[in-house]
């Protein structure tokens, strides 16, 4: 059976607190799926964001960011004494800071209820705080706290290596710590409802993995042994991609690069705990930058650019071998976009993993007559496009007049002529014969350059503040293309 999945991060999920939220709209959201016929959402990584607001630079692998937990459920759980107030209804964009600083009076208030409830001796929420990653990710951001909110290689000493020292901590850094791992618990109980819901009405939910780690992060911190550092715990080498499309000087991500050898001492034991973990939270697992399993470029941290570096190998079979063999009922997917070698690709077959293709990236428009160049598959996962690139009408409207009429023909001989040029390219989309077709819900609603999530090689804002006003229009596209999405089911 094919299925079609649309790609909405929580992030852009109409609220009353400006920012997406486990709570009533999720819910909506799940309904208004279902209604058109999808049966895959897909979203962008849960965890905190740090540096840019960036979900590819969190501040844990494990953790979800506080900003999702739903206000609206936490006063209908009596955790809040009244209604929250209306904040940033109808925002375009997320303001994270401001949002940031709306929430944390409730949910600190929340907290508070939590506690004089006795909900805080309840073998279910002990159980959850005995994880040691939720009691170091506590203990990661009360430090931060109290170094000014640096990133820890910056830290005092005994903060910097507290994960070996184990020091006493003070009452404020406790405090913190213990309301940090309240907010984990909330996050998980919210979101595995919302998953549960999703999974009642037959839609699977896909996870983004990134492949690296950020370097201000609890992974790290409390892990270092695992990365490539100097005794002052800062990266020796970082993560990134050379010139590409995307830039002329690469993308220099700044994450620190792993040290394969003390991780195969240890059985991968970083992975298996990483994948396995997302494997709780989503049906299906999205590997992000899966190329880096076969080789990754390894930039000189003192470079100021991706332009220098090396392509080096990775353990890849070693480490997929593990997972297939210790998690086999955890579906991975991979992200195999850019200019790759043939090993990766081969790599990816010896799994069946699916892979990508991008519907922005493979008609060719340089020729006499446009043409699709990539080939499809029935073993794949095909989108119009992704969070980082342009949405398909801003593709479509920076053609040249020649180019989009090429566009329309292409489109008129594959037999996708009824409706708008966007209606058609998603009919061309839905008839392709991979098994998962992935539409981002600013191509579902036909959004241009306001519409555009990410620009790779870019840092802070717009990036990753989209945000969808309300459902009333969102409702009407996506019952236009439910017989069509039916049909695909059909098939």
């Not at 909506?28 to 016929?37: D, P």
């Not at 494997?279 to 880096?292: C, E, P, W, Y």
């Not at 839905?430 to 609603?445: K, R, T």
Request: net charge negative; charged share 25%; glycine share 8%.
């Amino acid at each position: 059976m094919r299925q079609t999945g649309i790609l909405m991060p929580v992030s852009s999920l109409p609220s009353r607190t400006g920012i997406g939220e486990l709570g009533p709209a999720a819910y909506r959201w799940i309904e208004m799926m279902k209604e058109s016929g999808a049966g895959i959402w897909q979203i962008l990584p849960l965890n905190p964001v740090g540096y840019g607001n960036s979900p590819y630079q969190p501040y844990s692998s494990y953790a979800g960011d506080e900003l999702y937990i739903s206000l609206d459920v936490l006063f209908q759980e009596g955790l809040l004494k009244e209604q929250p107030e209306v904040f940033r209804e109808k925002a375009v964009r997320v303001d994270y800071d401001a949002v940031r600083a709306f929430k944390l009076p409730y949910l600190k208030e929340a907290w508070q209820a939590f506690r004089e409830q006795g909900l805080d001796q309840k073998e279910e929420f002990r159980t959850f705080a005995r994880q040691e990653w939720a009691w170091e990710y506590g203990v990661f951001r009360a430090l931060k706290i109290s170094n000014g909110g640096t990133c820890w290689n910056e830290w005092k000493e005994e903060d910097k290596n507290w994960t070996k020292t184990r020091r006493e901590l003070t009452a404020p850094e406790k405090e913190e710590a213990d309301f940090q791992v309240f907010l984990q618990y909330m996050f998980f109980c919210q979101w595995m409802k919302v998953k549960k819901a999703a999974n009642e009405n037959g839609i699977r939910i896909m996870g983004d993995v990134p492949f690296y780690v950020g370097v201000d992060s609890v992974d790290v911190w409390g892990g270092k042994d695992n990365f490539l550092l100097d005794t002052d715990g800062r990266p020796i080498f970082i993560a990134g991609v050379p010139p590409d499309y995307f830039s002329e000087t690469g993308q220099r991500w700044g994450n620190p690069i792993y040290d394969w050898d003390y991780m195969k001492e240890q059985n991968y034991q970083f992975w298996l705990d990483r994948i396995g973990y997302s494997g709780k939270l989503f049906d299906i697992v999205r590997i992000d930058h899966f190329r880096a399993f076969d080789t990754y470029w390894k930039i000189p941290a003192s470079c100021p650019t991706a332009v220098e570096g090396d392509w080096i190998e990775a353990p890849g079979y070693e480490v997929l071998d593990l997972l297939t063999e210790k998690l086999p009922d955890v579906e991975l997917v991979a992200e195999d976009l850019g200019d790759l070698r043939p090993e990766v690709l081969t790599l990816k077959e010896h799994y069946h993993l699916k892979g990508m293709k991008i519907l922005v990236f493979s008609i060719e428009t340089g020729g006499k007559y446009a043409r699709d160049i990539s080939e499809d598959t029935e073993n794949m996962i095909i989108y119009t496009g992704t969070h980082d690139n342009d949405t398909l009408m801003e593709w479509y409207g920076n053609l040249s007049p020649a180019a989009r009429r090429k566009v329309r023909r292409f489109l008129k001989k594959e037999g996708c002529r009824a409706g708008s040029v966007k209606d058609r390219l998603i009919t061309y989309l839905l008839h392709s014969p991979a098994q998962y077709a992935i539409i981002p819900m600013q191509d579902i609603l036909g959004l241009g350059r306001e519409g555009h999530m990410n620009t790779p090689g870019t840092v802070g804002s717009p990036n990753w503040e989209w945000h969808m006003p309300d459902f009333d229009r969102a409702g009407r596209e996506l019952a236009g293309y439910r017989k069509q999405i039916q049909a695909r089911k059909e098939v």
